[in-house]
């Protein structure tokens, strides 16, 4: 082996030193600011014209409910279509509708029933253009880069979320809601761009596959190792949405504060999640993805446990970090192992199945949690989530073993055709 290639083996993962993923990460962020910016302003929109907590509430579950009821159409889009394609369509119609609710609010026509339902639509654009997104990624880092390329997709997300809460509350401070409306409209104009310039050879259209997602799902089915992947997801990611509807109720009775203060708690997790996503890629150099995967899910538990014992703001904030930190290095791990363990033309319907364990099923988990908060009390149902991560450890081996024939075969999925798993660009 050569020097240079020496080198380049041992050099430490960075995403960002390829052309592809800058472009890539930087039209994400932008456009995923402006979504957060829409989200709240929305709700404060509503909740100033209506005095409604419920019609916020419905804002909600129009917003993340096409996650759940279009996912995986989204996923056999992205399998059958130009992936790039379908990104900028979608975010092209999402701009569209922005563009609807600014001119009605500018016009004093936008109220409560149009602006839901124009979250619904923008609901239903992401949750056909997320999978896209998602699969597109290995056509944009190389296979070396791509765990580190999804932690940083994860800081993208906590990015966006904060520097979209932050720009709503700087633009209503001195403007109208019309023109928070109208800067989300603008910045679907950056993933268009951006995914325009991208240089990647990722059309998936294999007429076997067209027009049915059972495909798809036959393959998840048939794969223990997706089927891991996607449970241990939805099993952390339930402690998680625990964490945050019960965060409330934690700090006005066992910690004596004001509800108001649970944005403390929040504040943790997202600062531990926010250290993991940086210290994700050195730690991926010196251990291995099970060993990491075990620490993750036994300090996820460990801090719910401590959040259960919690009796002031200082120890919450404290237990909250690692459950933070565990989170953002098992989904990198799990969603990097599932388009390694996938076929190339099945990679958007896998995804959608990500997304529906990450995203669709976030109300089932926290009205879950809510009900049975209002049967037992929090510190018992806090305890009660503890199980999940705890759970999730049953499905490392299987995902372990999985990657390593992966690896064994070239990256190639036990069971795919060559033809299926064609090895994407990944740029420069």
């Not at 509430?57 to 996650?67: D, E, K, Q, R, S």
């Not at 600014?102 to 029933?113: I, Q, S, Y």
């Not at 997790?269 to 036994?298: D, E, P």
């Amino acid at each position: 082996m050569s020097a240079v290639n020496s080198k380049a083996l041992n050099r430490p993962p960075n995403p960002f030193r390829t052309r592809n993923f800058r472009l890539y990460w930087s039209g994400g962020l932008l456009s995923n600011i402006g979504t957060w910016l829409q989200n709240v302003t929305g709700s404060v929109y509503i909740l100033d014209h209506t005095h409604s907590t419920l019609l916020v509430g419905l804002l909600n579950v129009a917003t993340f409910a096409p996650i759940f009821l279009f996912s995986i159409v989204g996923g056999m889009i992205a399998d059958r279509f130009d992936r790039r394609a379908v990104i900028i369509v979608t975010q092209l119609l999402s701009a569209a509708v922005a563009t609807v609710i600014t001119v009605a609010a500018a016009t004093g026509r936008l109220n409560a029933p149009i602006l839901i339902a124009m979250a619904f639509l923008l609901g239903t654009s992401y949750s056909i253009s997320k999978p896209a997104f998602q699969a597109m990624l290995p056509a944009v880092v190389p296979r070396s880069d791509l765990a580190h390329a999804t932690a940083m997709n994860s800081l993208q997300f906590n990015i966006g979320q904060l520097g979209g809460a932050i720009l709503s509350a700087s633009i209503l401070a001195v403007a109208n809601p019309t023109w928070a409306f109208g800067v989300n409209a603008a910045s679907f104009v950056a993933p268009v761009v951006s995914t325009a310039l991208l240089r990647v050879n990722d059309q998936v259209r294999t007429s076997a596959l067209k027009g049915s997602g059972r495909e798809g799902l036959r393959f998840a089915l048939g794969s223990p190792a997706i089927l891991a992947i996607l449970g241990a997801v939805a099993l952390s990611n339930a402690s998680v949405e625990c964490l945050r509807t019960l965060a409330p109720s934690l700090t006005s009775g066992s910690m004596h504060l004001d509800a108001d203060s649970a944005g403390l708690l929040v504040m943790g997790y997202s600062a531990g999640g926010t250290a993991g996503i940086f210290a994700f890629g050195a730690l991926s150099r010196r251990f291995s993805s099970n060993k990491l995967l075990v620490a993750a899910f036994l300090m996820q538990a460990l801090g719910m446990v401590g959040l259960a014992l919690s009796r002031n703001v200082v120890m919450g904030i404290a237990v909250t970090i690692p459950v933070g930190l565990a989170f953002a290095f098992n989904i990198p791990i799990l969603s990097s192992g599932l388009l390694v363990l996938s076929p190339v033309a099945l990679q958007g319907r896998v995804m959608s199945f990500f997304s529906m364990s990450m995203f669709g099923l976030r109300p089932l988990f926290s009205l879950t949690a809510g009900g049975l908060a209002s049967v037992v009390s929090p510190t018992v149902v806090i305890l009660i989530f503890v199980l999940f991560p705890i759970i999730a450890l049953r499905f490392v081996g299987a995902t372990g073993r999985a990657m390593s024939v992966a690896r064994s075969n070239g990256g190639t999925p036990a069971g795919a055709t060559a033809s299926a798993t064609p090895v994407p660009n990944a740029g420069g």
